[in-house]
């Protein structure tokens, strides 16, 4: 079991690995051997079934002979034609313990992967289930089932589902938290829709490659509930059946015991020689090259629906609002209060967004930046209602396009999927292996405009050519490993155009692209949204990537808003220290390259630490007492649109007389 185990992880691994392992058996001579038993289990019962069942007491008890090669037994039965004629048997009986055990067993890793109530009690029962060797539990189970085929199939099925159990749990735990199961819960499918579509085609590959190889553990494990008694009964009979009968007069005709042994161990090597021949074909696909290079193009292009000269050759610059931000009556998104609590180890609480507050209006782009930790990501999921139990989201106000969210229901989350979308940092987590690009981009237009799959196909390949993906009636068939990072963002974006996006929610989505790249999102991005109206929440840890995109910047540390202000009054005058140091950090072709960059020291406080005055007291050196023993409010430094939250804000941002009173 340990063996094979450890050849799926190496074939997972690639070549590098592989290169490393033990000498192989070829894999013809494997797959031959495959064929060989098959075609014995299919033809050997009319070839050899009169010889096996024809009785000859005078010949009974014979030693091997030209005339039976493995002798005979107490009936005069020739044991070469009854051990090949057992083929069939054998080889059913374990292929259906195989099945039942898979059944079995990938239920319940699915279950217990998916369900946060049953996960861990299931998890408790299948770990205390594998401590046992897996024969043990057969003879245990046979028991319980009854002697015979059905309750020997049934017991080592039983045995298996532990291991299937807990292979398909791993799988599904990883599957789960991709960020395409997430796109499909806001598009609100069902559980079950999401297990069928998006985690059971994941997972099925290294499922099977466990099937293939545990048929050859379920011969021996049949083999010897049969050997004991326990497994098939007379007049039927299966390879463990006359390996029990053959040892009684192993000393006389030891070929009677030998035949029906070598049967057994030749077919269990061979099933797990395939299972690894398999494994090896696997992850010499996986490791193969051919993703494609992305290409530059000359421009990005336009969102769907706009004019070709809407852009303009050669301008690499993100588009971004000249018009200052102004106060709106009815802002598209409201945020008040909002905090994300999870419960910690101890009994307490973890709370990675503890008091977050804005507005967003229509049209407008808010980036927000923070180093890593800070709570950015987590407060836009919060919004985009993608926080999982047993993780919490509460607010004073979360209203998105006069919808309240922090009421969960159907109508609700049909909205979200329909005005809201989401680009997340891995293009790669966010499209799902199994499913074609097209399927991905057709999926929120037949679902929540009702659009026909013709319609829906036509405008999906006009958004991917609005994203400047060439070639994209080729792409739409394609899948996600066949394209590059920068195309399979372009495709992620496109996915966000196929419904009626007023809000699109960019999380990091430039972050593992190279420079080049990373220029063409951002122009990508600030394009879809100067031609579609919609309104953008970019978040990064960049603050020099967040000033090309965004009308307003939001500085968030430790779950709070430590400074609001609007880009450019944000570059040329920054309030909070955390902001300052921040900016400095963020080099320009101007800078000192003799001298080093400036650096923060110590570490942000973590989620699960409450204190009474300023998180960032510990690292300012601005901090006194009073910092460390009040927590300063978010309130209007200089400027109209400039809030802060810092007792002694830098030089040139003084609070206004009003809000100096109140503190």
Known sequence: MSTTLTDLAAAAAGPAVRRRRRPRVPGGVALGLLALFVLLSIFGPWIWG????????????????AEHWLGTDDLGRDLLARTLYATRSSLVLAVLATVVGGIVGVALGL?????????????????????????????????????????????????FAPGFARITQTLTASAVSRDYVEASKVLGKSPL???????????????????????????????????????????????????????????????????????????????????????????????????VTDPVPVAAGPAVGAPRDAVVPGDDTPARSSAPAVPVVAPLLEVRGLRVLYP???????????????????????????????????????????????????AEVLTFDGIDLAERSRANESVLGRSMAMIFQDPGEALNPAIKIGTHLIEPAVVH??????????????????????????????????????????????????????????????????????????????????????????????????AEISDRILVMYAGFVVEEATADELLARPAHPYTSLLLAASPDMGV????????????????????????????????????????????????????????????????????????
């Open 50 to 65: 009169g010889a096996a069942g024809a009785t000859n007491i005078p010949d009974a008890n014979q030693s091997s002979s």
């Open 111 to 159: 279950l217990s992967g998916v369900s946060q109530r049953l996960g861990r009690v299931l998890g408790a029962v299948i770990n205390l289930l594998m401590a046992f060797p897996a024969l043990l539990l057969s003879i245990f189970f046979a028991v319980l089932f009854g002697i015979g085929s059905v309750g020997s199939v049934l017991a080592v099925g039983a045995a």
């Open 193 to 291: 829709y999401v297990v069928l579509r998006h985690i059971l085609p994941n997972i099925a590959e290294p499922v099977i490659l466990y099937t293939t190889i545990h048929i050859g553990t379920a011969i021996l494990a049949l083999s010897g509930l049969s050997f004991l008694g326990l497994g098939v009964q007379p007049p039927a009979y299966d390879w463990g059946r006359l390996l029990s009968d053959g040892l009684t007069r192993v000393y006389i005709s030891p070929l009677a015991a030998i035949g029906p042994s070598v049967a057994i161990v030749l077919a269990g090597l061979t099933f797990n020689l395939a299972g690894e021949h398999l494994s090896d074909l696997v992850g010499g696909r996986r490791s193969a090259p051919g993703t």
């Open 344 to 394: 910690g180890a101890d009994g307490g609480t973890v709370t990675p967004v503890r008091d977050v507050s804005f507005s967003l209006a229509p049209g407008e782009t808010v980036g927000i930046v923070g180093e890593s930790g800070s709570g950015k990501s987590m407060a836009t999921s919060a919004i985009a209602q993608l926080v999982e139990a047993p993780g919490s989201v509460r």
């Open 449 to 546: 405009l009702h659009q026909s799959k013709p319609v829906a196909r036509g405008r999906a390949v006009e958004a991917l050519r609005a994203v400047a993906i060439n070639d994209p009636e080729r792409r739409y068939d394609q899948h996600q490993h066949e394209l590059s990072g920068g195309m399979k963002q372009r495709a992620c974006i496109a996915v966000g155009l196929m419904g009626e996006p007023k809000l699109l929610i960019a999380d990091e989505p430039t972050t593992a692209l190279d420079v080049t790249v990373q220029r063409q999102i951002l122009r990508l991005i600030a394009d879809v949204r100067a031609e579609s109206g919609a309104s953008v929440l970019f978040i990064s840890h960049d603050i020099a990537v967040v």
């Open 592 to 663: 000192d390259r003799s001298a080093p960059l400036p650096m923060l020291d110590g570490r942000m406080p973590g989620p699960d630490v409450d204190l009474p005055g300023c998180y960032f007291a510990a690292r300012c050196p601005r901090a006194d007492q009073t910092c460390v023993d009040r927590r300063p409010p978010l309130l209007q430094i200089g400027a109209p649109a400039h809030r802060a939250a810092c007792w002694h804000p830098l030089a040139g941002t003084a609070p206004t007389p009003t809000e100096e009173v109140a503190r």
